[in-house]
T-cell receptor
């Protein structure tokens, strides 16, 4: 069964600190992996997308890494800001259209 | 360009009732997908519509149905509501028939509470 597991489930960090969120998946075959940011009361917004051959993708202070051999991905947030408080969802795609497997997300809270 | 809009934003119903949710995609987008989001299960795919035809369907009972109109607007219907249907229902649009390389743009969702 295709699964995407994210850790930690929740995280609290101080503003300005860095943090790393983890995503492990068992989806096969694999097409790509996305990280989404979902603010409270809003729909998810795509941060990064990586295919099988890509190891790293950055979007501002967000850097995603992918190890397709171990089926692991991480999202690193640098110099966190209060606006980074949100849920971060890892989504893995199989090649077939609309075959998306979503993780349950990591809830990040950035505090003063 | 306006984003994906969903109406209503909040809805309270009782068990056994039915509900219709509406989604207007980004102008020019022809594909609309629907998702259910709950704290325990995360996001789960309901169905996708493209050119007024359902192209893909997730593992949900027949009580969940949808349709798409010629202007690409889509509606989702849930009949005989159950307590477990309480969730955030999200729709997402993409330019064409969705492939993994495409970016889906999500609406803000409709929060459905079933009492």
């Amino acid at each position: 069964k295709n699964q995407v597991e994210q850790s930690p489930q929740s995280l609290i960090i101080l503003e300005g600190k860095n943090c790393t969120l983890q995503c492990n998946y068992t989806v096969s075959p694999f097409s790509n992996l996305r990280w989404y940011k979902q603010d409270t009361g809003r729909g998810p917004v795509s941060l990064t997308i990586m295919t099988f051959s890509e190891n790293t993708k950055s979007n501002g202070r967000y850097t995603a890494t992918l190890d397709a051999d171990t089926k692991q991905s991480s999202l690193h947030i640098t110099a966190s800001q209060l606006s980074d408080s949100a849920s971060y969802i890892c989504v893995v795609s199989a090649p077939a259209a609309s075959k998306l497997t979503f993780g349950t997300g990591t809830r990040l809270q950035v505090t003063l | 360009k306006a984003g994906v809009t969903q109406t209503p934003r909040y809805l309270i119903k009782t068990r056994g009732q039915q509900v219709t949710l509406s989604c207007s995609p980004i102008s020019g987008h022809r594909s609309v997908s629907w998702y259910q989001q709950t704290p325990g299960q995360g996001l789960q795919f309901l169905f996708e519509y493209f050119s007024e035809t359902q192209r893909n369907k997730g593992n949900f009972p027949g009580r969940f149905s949808g349709r798409q109109f010629s202007n690409s607007r889509s509606e989702m219907n849930v009949s005989t509501l159950e307590l477990g249907d309480s969730a955030l229902y999200l729709c997402a649009s993409s330019l064409n028939f969705y492939t993994p390389q495409d970016t889906q743009y999500f609406g803000p969702g409709t929060r459905l509470t079933v009492l």
